[in-house]
T-cell receptor
Framework: GENVEQHPSTLSVQEGDSAVIKCTYSDSASNYFPWYKQELGKRPQLIIDIRSNVGEKKDQRIAVTLNKTAKHFSLHITETQPEDSAVYFCAASLEGSARQLTFGSGTQLTVLP | GAGVSQSPSNKVTEKGKDVELRCDPISGHTALYWYRQSLGQGLEFLIYFQGNSAPDKSGLPSDRFSAERTGGSVSTLTIQRTQQEDSAVYLC?????????????FGPGTRLTVT
C-alpha cells in the first residue's frame, strides 16, 4: 500500500518569511496529492491539491510542486502570517478510485509575530 | 448546504463499555471515510464506504471496531469493549467520487475519552 512521509514535524518561521513542507510517497500509481490545514481544535480543510499531470500549482501565497520521478511533493507558503499557524497534512491517493487518502504525519507550523 | 456532521462531539466512557459514533455525510456524496486522530498525531485511516460496494475495512485496528452505512447515507462506527488506547478524535469525511472530483470534506470529529 501507499506510504507517505512528511518533514519536518515542526516548523517555526518569522512572520513574512517563507515556509516549505516536504512529502514523499511510495506508490507510483498515486496521482492526486492534496494538502489539508488543521487549526487547533478544528477539522482538516483542503487548501490546495495537485494532480500528476502538472508539476506546479499556485493559489495566492500557497503553491505546491510535484516531482513524479522522485515521488516527492512540497507545499510552499510565502509571506507567512500568524493565521497560517496550524498543522498541515499532505496526502496521496489514486483519483477516481475512491481509494482512501494516505496522510503524512503532519507538520506543526508556527508563524512568530 | 450543510457540511459533514458528527455526533456526539464528545464522549466519555468507561473502559469495557461499547460506544457508537455517528456521521452524517454531505447529501449526495457517495464515499464516506472514517479516520482516527490520536493527540498530536496524523490521520489514521479506519474504513471507507463507496456506494453499494463492500466497504474497505483494511484500516480497522481490531475486531472490536466495526462500522455500517445505512441507505448509502448515515454511518455508525461502533467500538466494543473500549480500551484506554481507543481514546482519540474520530473523524468522518465524505466525498463525491466523480471524474476529476475527489476532495474529502471532514466533519468536526468526535472526541472519545476512555477512562
Amino acid at each position: 500500500g501507499e506510504n507517505v512521509e512528511q518533514h519536518p514535524s515542526t516548523l517555526s518561521v518569522q512572520e513574512g518569511d517563507s515556509a516549505v513542507i516536504k512529502c514523499t510517497y511510495s506508490d507510483s500509481a498515486s496521482n492526486y496529492f492534496p494538502w489539508y490545514k488543521q487549526e487547533l481544535g478544528k477539522r482538516p480543510q483542503l487548501i490546495i491539491d495537485i494532480r500528476s499531470n502538472v508539476g506546479e500549482k499556485k493559489d495566492q501565497r500557497i503553491a505546491v510542486t510535484l516531482n513524479k520521478t522522485a515521488k516527492h511533493f512540497s507545499l510552499h507558503i510565502t509571506e507567512t502570517q500568524p493565521e497560517d499557524s496550524a498543522v498541515y497534512f499532505c496526502a496521496a491517493s489514486l483519483e477516481g478510485s475512491a481509494r482512501q487518502l494516505t496522510f503524512g504525519s503532519g507538520t506543526q507550523l508556527t508563524v512568530l509575530p | 448546504g450543510a457540511g459533514v456532521s458528527q455526533s456526539p462531539s464528545n464522549k466519555v466512557t468507561e473502559k469495557g463499555k461499547d460506544v457508537e459514533l455517528r456521521c452524517d455525510p454531505i447529501s449526495g456524496h457517495t464515499a464516506l471515510y472514517w479516520y482516527r486522530q490520536s493527540l498530536g498525531q496524523g490521520l489514521e485511516f479506519l474504513i471507507y464506504f463507496q456506494g453499494n460496494s463492500a466497504p474497505d475495512k483494511s484500516g480497522l485496528p481490531s475486531d472490536r471496531f466495526s462500522a455500517e452505512r445505512t441507505g448509502g447515507s448515515v454511518s455508525t462506527l461502533t467500538i466494543q469493549r473500549t480500551q484506554q488506547e481507543d481514546s482519540a478524535v474520530y473523524l468522518c469525511a465524505s466525498s463525491l467520487v466523480a471524474r476529476g472530483v475527489h476532495e474529502q470534506y471532514f466533519g468536526p470529529g468526535t472526541r472519545l475519552t476512555v477512562t
